[in-house]
């Protein structure tokens, strides 16, 4: 069971980057539109993302219910080592979350729209940025159980140059995959420039963050090039990763947009795959050298065996009725 | 600020902020399905402009409920770690169902919302029901999971360290039942005398009395049935408690010394320090009966507890005469309520029921969070009762007076602007909803 477990741990968290990083991303996009286009982003945007959104933020809940049932251990060393990069990723969820529902719900359309336009970018951009710290954080190597002041604790285990590199290349992600998921959602030819583009901007703002990562890396010793150019499966999928970009241009000359999407997502995986491959199940890297595992930590058998078999039942339940509701609100647009 | 003092009000404050807007989640979908079953069979516009109207309502409530409950996830992680530690893989079972739950309720809310016009009709219906049972099912595994912690079973504690883990064990623990069936009705109750209140005083005040008016019955029935059963279901945790948690029923009655016959007190000042009660009424032999179900029976007082396995008398004592005082008046509202329909007299010519429900809108919800501090104050100085102290789960990070302050702050702001909101939609009831049609969503 535990590799059950593990799978739809991985999954989830997967599913968060894709998906709650496109609806981050949406925000993070329309911080960078120019004020006259912003309301029709707007809209666009509540129509593709309104109706799943809350099924979107789902996959962070799964994934933190399976590491503090499964793996309390990671659970909580990320909550006491992490705990201020995880409260801002928290106030960040918190006010884009409602910023987004109240400004649709408003009764009434007045100036406090623009309060809640405000907070929904800012709050996006934010959110995205630590989840990226957060992530980047676990494989540094900076978290010190054995710190004994304050700053080595609980400051310098994400407040490191590899982490914030991580955190802009997460929101430069978030805004790509937002991008090209939009394309597909508009029938207007010039708002369909619009979003091209910004996919171009995310595109490039991405590569340019990627080489910070492996400079920042380089500069904090860690092995981030070994990790993704010496073993087979990273060095694939960057390959992959570089091979479908080409694809992706070219499909997006060509106006395909239903593949588009397909291969952003790819993308994205590869990347995190190519990142994450070389030290699995390892999950939090230590300063002493040390890391903690997945397979090391994992809660009694009983409880494994009763998780796997809820998140196994879950899905069951689950995903016909998750696939219908994208199919009846994409089938919609055509 | 104590870090010690601020990780409890903080979690205190997330739980009692985020009970609001889950109540809210579990209930609305139960009054707006009658309310979408009453349109499809009657064909009668009114009521299809009132789930509408709900409808909006609850998406705002339950935005601010995902967020908060999202908050609460992380913050069991964040003020108690070592708690988390120990307990996650223990009474861990509910929650990931209650992740199934959560993922089905959300599902169907993405149907229900946005479904008007692109679903089958009784689909669309049905879709509804579903988020308000999903609803209902994750909020009884979450108190499920705070059950374990009044009455922890599932594994063995053998030197400090915690052994045969068996989460189904852990999961139907001795409190369960008797907390979520309590809760349950407490949903209902409160969310019910809070719609119908705010649409008694929309009656009142002459805005769309037709609207109104049908609103009000719907929620009125469900929330004086519950109102009617609550006070049952008290008395089973009341003797429930009395078995598992002696020192929290004492601190509830603010019992010091064991008695039998033991006394009811109804109010009174209670002196930490001297360990007195003064100026409650006495009932003779009440608290033996509530307790023990027999009026001469021995009930144990805090005489027999370890000084330092006291919980906070006062507070728990108050909380709990709040609790049952506004139980009591709820259901005689009920009652009388029941009495007028039953007499088929017109509601609106009965102002003064109307202007008691006015009153009545927000006494279940401040019975419901002193029940909650009854249940979770009453266990101090336990975080898992008889097995962990909460002072010995609190993360070592200094500096949590800081984040209380700011997490403090984010909730005040959030709840003026939710209410600012719900202002909002009310007033606008008759512009948008007078109209034959209207926008979409
Ligand atoms: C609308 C809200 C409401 C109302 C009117 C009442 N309660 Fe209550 N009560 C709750 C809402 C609540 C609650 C917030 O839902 C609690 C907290 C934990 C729980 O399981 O339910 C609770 C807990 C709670 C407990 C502690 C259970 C435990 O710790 O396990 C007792 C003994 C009672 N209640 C008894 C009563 C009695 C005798 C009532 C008589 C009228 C009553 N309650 C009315
Ligand atoms: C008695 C206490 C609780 C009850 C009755 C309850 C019930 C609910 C309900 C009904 C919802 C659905 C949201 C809505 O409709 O507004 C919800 C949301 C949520 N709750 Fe709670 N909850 C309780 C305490 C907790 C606690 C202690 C946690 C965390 C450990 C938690 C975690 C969550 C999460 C993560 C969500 C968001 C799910 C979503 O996005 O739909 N809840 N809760
Ligand atoms: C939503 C309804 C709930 C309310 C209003 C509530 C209220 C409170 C309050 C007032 C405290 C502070 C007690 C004190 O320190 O004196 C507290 C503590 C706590 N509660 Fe609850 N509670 C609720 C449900 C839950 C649930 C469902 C869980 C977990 C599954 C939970 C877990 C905790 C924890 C871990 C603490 C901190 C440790 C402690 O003080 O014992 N609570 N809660």
New interface residues.
């Given amino acids: 069971m535990k590799e059950v477990v593990i799978t739809f741990l991985c999954m989830a968290i997967l599913l968060y980057f894709l998906l709650g990083g496109a609806d981050f991303g949406a925000g993070i996009i329309e911080l960078f539109t120019s004020t006259k286009n912003r309301s029709k982003t707007r809209k666009t945007m509540y129509q593709a993302i309104?109706?799943?959104w809350?099924?979107n933020?789902?996959w962070?809940?799964?994934a933190?219910?399976?590491l503090?049932?499964?793996f309390?251990?990671i659970?909580?060393t990320?909550?006491?080592y992490l705990?201020i990069p995880?409260?801002i990723m928290?106030?960040g969820?918190?006010?884009r979350?409602?910023a987004?529902?109240?400004r649709h719900?408003?009764?009434?359309k007045d100036d406090m729209q623009w309060l809640y336009n405000r907070i929904f970018r800012y709050s996006s951009f934010v959110t995205a940025l630590f989840l990226g710290i957060i992530a980047g954080s676990l494989i540094s190597g900076h978290i010190d159980p054995q710190a004994t002041d304050?700053y080595t604790?609980?400051i310098s285990g994400w407040l490191n140059w590899f982490s914030v590199a991580v955190g802009f290349f997460t929101v430069a992600l978030c805004g790509f995959l937002a991008a090209i998921y939009l394309i597909g959602e508009t029938k207007e030819a010039h708002d369909k420039r619009r979003f091209i583009k910004k996919a171009e901007f995310m595109n490039i703002a991405a590569v340019v963050f990627g080489a910070m990562v492996f400079i920042a890396a380089q500069r904090d010793k860690i092995p981030l090039i070994d990790w993704v150019f010496k073993s087979t499966v990273g060095l694939s999928a960057i390959v992959l990763a570089s091979l479908s970009l080409v694809l992706l241009w070219y499909l997006l000359i060509k106006g395909k947009t239903k593949v588009l999407r397909i291969l952003a997502g790819f993308q994205v995986t590869m990347i995190l795959l190519a990142i994450s491959y070389a030290h699995f199940p390892n999950f939090i890297r230590l300063k002493s050298g040390d890391a903690i595992s997945l397979l090391e930590t994992v809660?009694?058998e009983?409880?494994i065996y009763?998780?796997g078999l809820?998140?196994l039942?879950?899905s069951v339940?689950?995903l016909p009725?998750?696939g219908y509701?994208f199919y009846?609100?994409q089938k919609?647009e055509e | 600020m104590d870090d010690f003092i601020a990780a409890r009000s903080q979690m205190a404050l997330s739980l009692g902020f985020h009970i609001i807007f889950s109540c809210i989640g579990m209930v609305m979908p139960f009054f707006m399905a009658v309310s979408h079953y009453k349109w499809l069979k009657t064909n009668d516009e009114v009521y299809k402009n009132l789930t509408k109207a709900w409808s909006k309502g609850v998406a705002i409530f339950f935005a601010t409920g995902a967020v908060s409950g999202t908050m609460l996830s992380f913050e069991l992680g964040l003020l108690w770690p070592k708690f988390m530690d120990h307990a996650g893989p223990i009474f861990g079972m509910p929650f990931s169902l209650e992740g199934t739950a959560f993922f089905i309720e959300a599902i169907a809310l993405g149907f229900f919302l946005y479904g008007w016009n692109k679903l089958n009709k009784w689909f669309h219906w049905f879709t509804g029901m579903v988020v308000g049972v999903s609803g209902l099912a994750s909020g009884i595994l979450v108190v499920a999971a705070n059950a374990w912690m009044n009455s922890p079973a599932g594994f063995d504690f053998v030197n400090g360290k915690y052994l045969n883990i068996d989460p189904i064990q852990a999961m139907f623990n001795k409190a369960w039942f008797s907390q979520a069936l309590h809760m349950c009705l407490a949903a209902f109750t409160a969310t019910g005398f809070a719609v119908a209140g705010v649409h008694a005083l929309m009656i009142l005040r002459n805005r769309n009395a037709v609207f109104h008016l049908k609103a009000f019955k719907i929620a009125a029935v469900f929330a004086c049935i519950a109102a009617l059963l609550q006070p049952l279901s008290g008395d089973i945790s009341a003797k429930d408690v009395a078995k598992r948690q002696p020192a929290k029923l004492a601190a509830m009655e603010a019992l010091y010394k064991t008695e039998k016959p033991a006394p009811l007190l109804i109010g009174g000042i209670v002196n930490e320090k001297d360990k007195t009660v003064k100026g409650a009424i006495k009932i003779p032999g009440a608290l033996s009966f509530l307790a023990h179900g027999d009026f001469k029976a021995e009930v144990k007082g805090l005489d027999q507890i370890p000084e330092n396995e006291h919980p906070p008398v006062a507070i728990t004592h108050y909380a709990f005469q709040i609790m049952v005082g506004i139980g009591t008046l709820l259901l005689l509202v009920s009652l009388t309520y029941f009495f007028i329909l039953f007499k088929k007299k017109a509601l609106t010519e009965k102002r003064w029921l109307l202007k008691l429900f006015v009153f009545a809108i927000p006494l279940g919800y401040i019975a419901l969070e002193a029940g909650w501090v009854v249940t979770e104050v009453g266990r101090q100085p336990w975080i898992i009762y008889g097995i962990m102290r909460t002072k010995d789960a609190v993360t070592p990070m200094p500096g949590i007076a800081y984040s209380f302050y700011i997490f403090s702050a984010i909730y005040v702001s959030l709840s003026v602007i939710v209410t600012f909101l719900l202002y909002r939609q009310i007033k606008m009831v008759p512009i948008l909803y007078n109209k034959t049609e209207q926008n979409d969503n």
């Fill in positions: 309104g109706p799943v809350e099924a933020h789902m962070l809940i799964i933190i219910v399976i503090f049932v499964g309390p251990f659970y909580t990320m909550s006491v705990h995880l409260a928290l106030i969820i918190i006010a979350g409602t987004f529902v109240f719900y408003d009764a009434v304050f604790a609980y809660g009694p009983k409880t009763s998780l809820a998140l039942l879950g339940l689950i009725f998750l509701l009846k609100f919609k």
